[in-house]
DNA sequence: AAGCAGGACAACCGCAACAAG
DNA sequence: GCTTGTTGCGGTTGTCCTGCT
């Protein structure tokens, strides 16, 4: 079996948000907390897809995504996390407070590829191998293949390529509505989805216990999505943690199990044992 | 000034992972 | 253990913008 669509594509608008939209979506978000994203646009008011109100959100509307150009810092700790990592740019989002999965994606696509092989490093590789340079032939990218490619083809050609879906289902029963907690600090509760605070001097706190798991004291009652967020965040942090560690990286490593630590505490044994 | 090439980045897509029932 | 719905990820594409010719 496969998966319904996520949204009736034939009243779904697409392209561009449009200002009016992303105030839509900041005032229900801001009123009902995240999550629920299959239902948010009807809820919201939007003819927007579920997809696409969460990938607005987390990538352009959060409140607490540090705009501007990436620092010297940040272009190095990115492409020391992507060689040890590769392309698990969520990964390595998480260890850059502020920065998307998608905007570092892209920013190691238009800069710090290019950085590297202005160095006379492989992208690919990252520091561990010095190939010689790339003749011109091979110099040119696979995306200006592309672009040169669609320069040539005829306007109703450039229309964007719609993929048909593989699998057709009927809609889902109709299933109650997952009753949210409303956030009532919501750029705070985004951050510590993602397991950390930042005061407004911009030093980054850890987070406090995860509440809910293993009879922790519970000074707000989380909902079960958020509970399950953390998990997963967890899962992912004692997955980095694991690959820091093995890659004897023992700097990151060290700043990293803090995180875990704080992230859930009742793991501390957990992960004390991994870093033993 | 106009047209083109390429950079930058927002947005889309399919799929895998996961949780809930 | 299986089915089904949801979420998040990573790859890809569309479009706007800027600089060059």
């Not at 009123?31 to 239902?39: A, L």
């Given at each position: 079996m496969g998966r319904s669509p996520c949204c009736e594509k034939a009243h779904t608008n697409k392209g561009a948000w449009t200002k009016e939209e992303d105030q839509r979506l900041i005032a229900h978000i801001n009123?009902?907390?995240?999550?629920?994203?299959?239902?948010l646009p009807k809820a919201a008011g939007l003819l927007r897809c579920g997809k696409s109100c969460r990938l607005r959100w987390i990538n352009y509307l959060r409140?607490?995504?540090?705009?501007?150009?990436?620092?010297?810092?940040?272009?190095?700790?990115?492409?020391?996390?992507?060689?040890?990592?590769g392309n698990k740019w969520s990964l390595i989002a998480g260890r850059l407070p502020g920065r998307t999965d998608n905007e570092i994606k892209n920013y190691w696509n238009t800069h710090?590829?290019?950085k590297l092989l202005a160095r006379g490093l492989d992208p690919l590789r990252t520091a561990r191998s010095m190939p010689p340079p790339p003749s011109p032939a091979t110099t040119t990218s696979r995306r200006r293949l592309q672009l040169l490619a669609r320069r040539n083809k005829r306007p109703q050609q450039l229309q964007r390529r719609r993929r048909v879906p593989r699998r057709h289902r009927p809609q889902?029963?109709?299933?109650?509505?997952?009753?949210?907690?409303?956030?009532?600090?919501?750029?705070?509760?985004a951050a510590r989805s993602r397991g950390e605070t930042r005061r407004s001097d911009g030093e980054l706190h850890l987070p406090p216990p995860l509440l809910g798991d293993e009879g922790e004291d519970m000074p707000v009652l989380e909902p079960p999505r958020a509970a399950r967020r953390r998990r997963v965040q967890l899962r992912r942090l004692v997955g980095l943690f694991l690959l820091l560690a093995?890659?004897?990286?023992?700097?990151?490593a060290s700043v990293h199990i803090r995180q875990c630590i704080v992230v859930n505490s009742v793991k501390h044994r957990e992960i004390q044992r991994f870093s033993d």
């Open positions: 009123q009902h907390g995240e999550g629920c994203w299959r239902s409140p607490d995504l540090k705009r501007g150009n990436f620092t010297d810092e940040e272009d190095e700790l990115i492409i020391k996390l992507h060689e040890l990592l710090i590829k290019r889902p029963v109709h299933k109650p509505a997952v009753v949210v907690v409303p956030a009532v600090f919501p750029a705070a509760a093995a890659a004897g990286d023992g700097e990151l």
